[in-house]
């Protein structure tokens, strides 16, 4: 049995107009080594949604996967809060 921890982001739901496909904007804050200011930085992952299940504006978990196509390497895990 493999030990191997796959890696789990949550983020925002920014499209959901490909087929079981979504693309989830996750962002990160940190502090700024000089200025010592709160610097926020996004990133933006493809993720496998295989039901079509989510939508704009939803917050879901994402889990690192095998490479699915040529930009897709992750999977929708769960949906954690639906947009209104």
Known sequence: MSTERKVKKVGTVVSDK???????????????????????????FMAHDPN???NEGD???????????????WALTRIIEKSK
């Open 52 to 54: 079509n299940e989510c």
């Open 59 to 73: 917050v879901v978990e994402i889990v690192e996967s095998r490479p699915l196509s040529c930009k897709k390497r």
């Open 18 to 44: 490909m087929d079981k496909t979504i693309v989830v904007r996750v962002g990160r804050q940190f502090m700024h080594p000089l200025y010592k200011k709160v610097v926020r930085k996004h990133k933006k």
